[in-house]
């Protein structure tokens, strides 16, 4: 009860602050509330939700993925440098590049649970390879033209072609991991391993194998999100997604997630995006310097981790409270013989 009773505090402060913000924005600016600005803050969340869902299920085993960014970049060169240069259906380039991203996945997760290394040096080893992967494969420059579903996709409009295809796509992919999290085996074995991995693993729950498959998800949805890129700026790039492993981190955490493991879930997440998506509109539309978007997202970053320590050591006081107090009732009882004689 005390769970889902934060859960719901949390989430309404990230409403209200989505609220005030688009308060704010209207007064400062009468384009937030057009049509076109709307559904372009929407358009803009997607392909960061896509990965940040990803995210969201290696933060909450506990680990953490820094290589999203260099895997979006590495996977948008693949999937067009496999057609343009090696001729291969586009079909394959996309499961090939579908398959990259959980092989980098599988990698993690491996090394983290076999190797016992830490996921911010596996992950942060990654994101140095991928990267200078994309660079070396494409020689340092955009690859094109890319294959025609590139454009189909990236075109594809809904509901009177004002709706992009990408919105109603990241929507159902957080219902599924929404469903994945809350009604699933997996997903009370993600949040058990991510509470207490030791006492989980006494449970009899496979706890390496749920944080591979948590690393797996991640590099899977690191890939989707270099295909949803690709099509979107049809172009294949060795830069794109760089810096983003930041941005979705941010929104994970924003969303509530803790950066501990054991507590979270994907509607915050997807909410944090919004959050961010709305900062990064505002500095558009009130022609703030660029590099602004960063400082926010730095300091977002801080503010979250800082209330993500504080919950932590609240519920460390609470837990040992409530362990003295059981110790104390315990010591209290009396013994069969007084109760004997107090009768």
Do not use: W
């Not at 983290?112 to 080893?125: D, E, N, R, S, Y």
Request: proline share 3%; with cysteine; hydrophobic share 50%.
């Amino acid at each position: 009860m005390a769970n889902s009773v934060r859960k719901l505090v949390e989430l309404q402060g990230l409403l209200i602050a989505i609220l005030v913000m688009g308060i704010a924005l209207s007064i400062s600016s009468d384009n937030f509330f057009t049509s076109d600005n709307l559904v372009n803050i929407l358009y803009q969340s997607t392909i960061v939700a896509v990965v940040a869902l990803g995210q969201t299920f290696v933060i909450l085993v506990g680990g953490i993925d820094l290589s999203v960014g260099s895997l979006i970049a590495l996977t948008s060169c693949l999937s067009v440098g496999l057609s343009v240069n090696s001729g291969l259906p586009a079909s394959f380039s996309i499961l090939f590049t579908l398959l990259v991203g959980i092989a980098f996945g599988l990698v993690h997760g491996l090394a983290v649970t076999k190797l016992k290394m830490p996921p911010l040096i596996v992950t942060l080893a990654s994101l140095s390879l991928a990267s200078g992967l994309a660079y070396v494969y494409s020689g340092g420059t955009n690859i094109i033209p890319v294959p025609e579903i590139f454009e189909t996709v990236g075109n594809a409009q809904i509901f009177g072609d004002r709706i992009p295809v990408f919105i109603p796509f990241a929507i159902v992919l957080t219902i599924i991991s929404y469903f994945t999290l809350t009604r699933t085996r997996l997903g009370r074995q993600i949040y058990a391993v991510g509470g207490n991995q030791m006492a989980a693993r006494m449970a009899g729950i496979p706890t390496d194998r749920v944080i591979i498959i948590a690393f797996i998800i991640s590099g899977l949805s690191a890939a989707i999100g270099g295909l949803m890129m690709t099509a979107r700026l049809q172009s294949g790039s060795p830069i794109i997604g760089t810096g983003m492993e930041l941005t979705v981190i941010a929104a994970v955490v924003i969303g509530g997630t803790s950066l501990f493991g054991g507590q979270g879930n994907v509607i915050g997440t997807v909410l944090g995006v919004l959050l961010l998506t709305m900062a990064s509109n505002a500095i558009v539309l009130l022609s703030i310097p660029p590099n602004y978007d960063k400082v926010f997202t730095g300091v977002v970053i801080a503010i979250a981790a800082a209330l993500d320590i504080y919950r932590q050591r609240k519920n460390t006081k609470n837990m040992s409270r409530m362990k003295r107090n059981t110790s104390e009732a315990t010591t209290n009882v009396p013994s069969k013989s007084e109760q004997k004689n107090a009768v």
